[in-house]
């Protein structure tokens, strides 16, 4: 019996764009409105300022959090934002950028994870290369180590910036997440938090994500892998670590050709994308007010 047609449904369409506005955007930041001594920036930050200060400052937000599906151009972005904000600020303030990436944390992952690193320039960046490969690293520790880079921040004045795509880091930092009585919220995480999406079509993030492929396994992403191979990580942990580390091992231990590496690992990485979508998209459906703006 031949089966009915079913037709394909057209994909959801992408959130509105809009402007940010850069001088609103420090008018409404917590360290910009709590009062300052004439010796410069104080060393108030989010962790000191008290509930009545924070509202009679008007402040509206003490970290500004920058999301997005991979290759959409949010750490770019970030960083040119954040350049910006650094000509509106007051002298002894600039802007720190705190990574939220699960893969990132690693060490010696660099190609694979896309760190980038010649992206950030003169920004200081914090929560990269905190963690060995082949441990463990989960969310909780994740919450507690950024809650310590984010009060060193805010204790020096200056404004700190969340940047990244794993969306379960960004929610355990910025959503109250509770890990229970044997491992407690980490202290002095943000109060609120001012979101902003980067915004680029399907069309363009697949270019994007074949183009940036090709430039990391030209780069060196494949003998990256086999050094940690020859390291001593276990193929099964890489294995784990998803997208290019799954296939790039398999690729290495024999079990899949180069070409069928490269197609698959393509292929997972756009689908990979699509769910940072969709998981922003639900942020949205839960009440979290996210700024789309085009990049």
Same mark, same amino acid.
């Given at each position: ?22 001088? /609103?955007?420090? =008018?409404?930041? /917590? ?11 104080? =060393? +108030?930050?989010?962790?000191? #300022? ?6 009679? =400052?008007? /402040? ?19 960083? =040119? ?5 650094? *000509? ?6 600039? @802007? !720190? ?17 896309? &760190? ?22 989960? #969310?909780?520790?994740? *919450? ?9 921040? %805010?204790?020096?004045? %200056?404004?700190?910036?969340? %940047? ?8 355990? +930092?910025? %959503? ?22 980067? $915004? ?12 940036? $492929? ?16 020859? !390291?001593? +990580?276990?193929?099964?942990? $890489? ?30 990485? @756009? *689908?990979? /994308? ?10 949205? &459906? ?10």
């Amino acid at each position: 019996m031949k089966r009915p047609y079913i037709p394909i449904p057209e994909p959801a369409p992408l959130p509105e764009g809009e402007e940010i506005d850069v001088d /609103a955007l420090v =008018s409404a930041w /917590a360290g910009w409105n709590v009062s300052r001594d004439a010796s410069g920036p104080s =060393s +108030v930050g989010r962790t000191s #300022v008290a509930s009545d200060e924070w509202q009679a =400052s008007g /402040a509206s937000w003490d970290l500004l959090c920058m999301m997005g599906p991979t290759a959409s151009g949010k750490t770019r972005y970030a960083v =040119s934002l954040a350049r910006e904000l650094n *000509q509106r600020l007051p002298n002894g303030c600039h @802007c !720190e950028i705190l990574s939220a990436d699960s893969r990132q944390v690693y060490r010696r992952m660099d190609i694979g994870t896309g &760190k980038d690193r010649e992206e950030y320039g003169d920004i200081p960046v914090h929560l990269l290369d905190i963690a060995e490969p082949g441990t463990e690293y989960n #969310v909780y520790e994740y *919450q507690r180590d950024f809650a310590l880079a984010y009060r060193d921040i %805010c204790s020096r004045g %200056c404004l700190p910036i969340l %940047c990244g795509g794993s969306g379960l880091y960004i929610e355990a +930092v910025t %959503c109250a997440y509770d890990f229970g009585k044997e491992r407690p919220r980490a202290e002095g995480l943000p109060r609120q938090t001012y979101y902003i999406g980067t $915004l680029v079509t399907r069309e363009e993030r697949r270019a994007r994500i074949a183009r940036r $492929l090709d430039e990391r396994l030209a780069s060196g992403m494949v003998e990256e892998i086999r050094g940690l191979l020859e !390291e001593g +990580v276990p193929a099964e942990t $890489l294995i784990r670590y998803g997208l290019e580390y799954r296939f790039v091992t398999q690729y290495l231990l024999g079990e899949i050709t180069y070409e069928y590496m490269r197609e698959r690992l393509y292929i997972a990485i @756009c *689908q990979f /994308a699509k769910r940072q979508m969709t998981w922003l998209r639900g942020m949205e &459906k839960d009440g979290i007010v996210i700024h789309w703006t085009q990049v």
